[in-house]
Structure formats: structure tokens, C-alpha cells
């Protein structure tokens, strides 16, 4: 009976380390090929909200890392890639959060450059209710890129709203929480840029350093 419970331990004890090896194999074998595809969708999405013309330089390795609750929607850590053309910085794209979707927080980025211009933004998550609210994702709708080449001119612009609330951008039809949130923290993270530029483009890079 002893020998036959020992036996048992021992085959157990066995599978148990030749399933933790595998474990340990597979993800030794995928775990740099899954920072190399984050990599690629980085550069991507940096791409995406953010034309050529403006860095001769790797956005993805030159970001700082920012907390502000009142712009960018929350009080995680979102980074601030620095878009550089001949070493000066021309452009930021702004990791933020809009809080109050229909569904729950929506996060995005947002593209700036140093006047202010919005050179593109994209929707990265949410939960937003298919065929209403998910219309803010590119591959539903085109209406994401009516913020290109828009300028915020204050925290008092009105025009920075959808046009039930006498802005400037379309909402959707049975769907107006939704493009209010986005409207609102693409304009905020506008703004945000605006009002800390200075220490956004002298701050040491900090890319890898988020956790």
C-alpha cells in the first residue's frame, strides 16, 4: 500500500515537473515573438495618427510616461510618444482614456503637433454597444477622422462638441454618449498637450519603464 501511494507521488511529482519544463519552453520560444508583434502594432498605430513628414526618428523609443486624471481621463500611467524631425520634437501622440462611454472607458490615442493641430487619433479598446457605439473604430466608420487637422483653441472651444450639443463633429444615430466621450477627450488630450508642452519635450525618455 506505502509502496503503491509512493509510486504514485512519484508519477505525479514527475508530470508536474515535466509540465512546468514545457511551460517554461514555450514561453522562452514565443515570448520574443510576442514583444515583436507588440512592437510592430506600436509602430503601426504611431503611424496611423501620425504622417511621415513629420519625424525622421523612432516614436516608439522616445516616450515619457504622465498622470493626469482631469485630461486624460484617469489616474493610470499613460505614455506620451515625442515625434522628432531633425532632433526637435514636431509632434506627440497622447495615450488617453474617455471615462464615460455609453459602455465604460474608451482608451485612444491621440497625435498633436506643437501648434496644436490634431494629425490623427485612433480607438484602442472598448465596450461600446456593435452596430451604435462601435462606429468610433475606423474599420466601422469613417468618423474618427473628422478630428484630423482640427485645432482646439481653448479649454472654451466650443466647437469641440458633437453637433447636438452645437459642435462641430457628427454623433450617431441613436448613439450620442458615445461620440461625446471621444469628442471630449481627443480635445483634452489636445489640451493637455498644449498646457505641458514644455515639460513634455525636455522630460528624459522613459520607454520600458511603465510598469
Avoid at 509540465?19 to 509602430?43: C, F, N, P, W, Y
Avoid at 482608451?107 to 457605439?133: F, M
Avoid at 458615445?178 to 493637455?192: E, G
Amino acid at each position: 500500500m506505502i509502496k503503491s501511494i509512493s509510486k504514485n507521488a512519484l508519477i505525479l511529482s514527475s508530470f508536474a515537473l515535466v509540465s512546468t519544463g514545457l511551460l517554461a519552453v514555450t514561453h522562452a520560444l514565443t515570448k520574443d515573438r510576442i514583444e515583436m508583434q507588440k512592437k510592430a502594432d506600436l509602430i503601426q498605430l504611431l503611424s496611423d495618427v501620425l504622417p511621415q513628414s513629420y519625424y525622421d526618428n523612432q516614436p516608439y523609443q522616445d516616450c515619457v510616461y504622465v498622470i493626469n486624471e482631469q485630461f486624460l481621463g484617469n489616474q493610470e500611467k499613460h505614455a506620451v510618444y515625442r515625434a522628432r524631425k531633425q532632433g526637435k520634437v514636431s509632434a506627440l501622440v497622447i495615450e488617453t482614456t474617455a471615462p464615460n462611454g455609453y459602455s465604460g472607458a474608451i482608451d485612444l490615442v491621440v497625435g498633436v503637433d506643437l501648434q496644436g493641430k490634431i494629425t490623427g487619433s485612433r480607438v484602442l479598446t472598448h465596450k461600446e454597444t456593435p452596430g451604435l457605439g462601435d462606429k468610433i473604430e475606423l474599420r466601422k466608420s469613417n468618423w474618427i477622422l473628422e478630428f484630423n487637422d482640427q485645432v482646439v483653441e481653448g479649454d472654451k472651444d466650443k466647437r469641440w462638441a458633437v453637433k447636438k450639443d452645437g459642435g462641430m463633429f457628427d454623433q450617431f444615430t441613436g448613439a450620442t454618449i458615445t461620440p461625446r466621450a471621444v469628442t471630449k477627450a481627443v480635445k483634452d488630450a489636445a489640451l493637455y498637450a498644449s498646457f505641458h508642452q514644455e515639460s513634455l519635450l525636455s522630460a528624459n525618455s522613459q520607454c520600458g519603464e511603465k510598469s
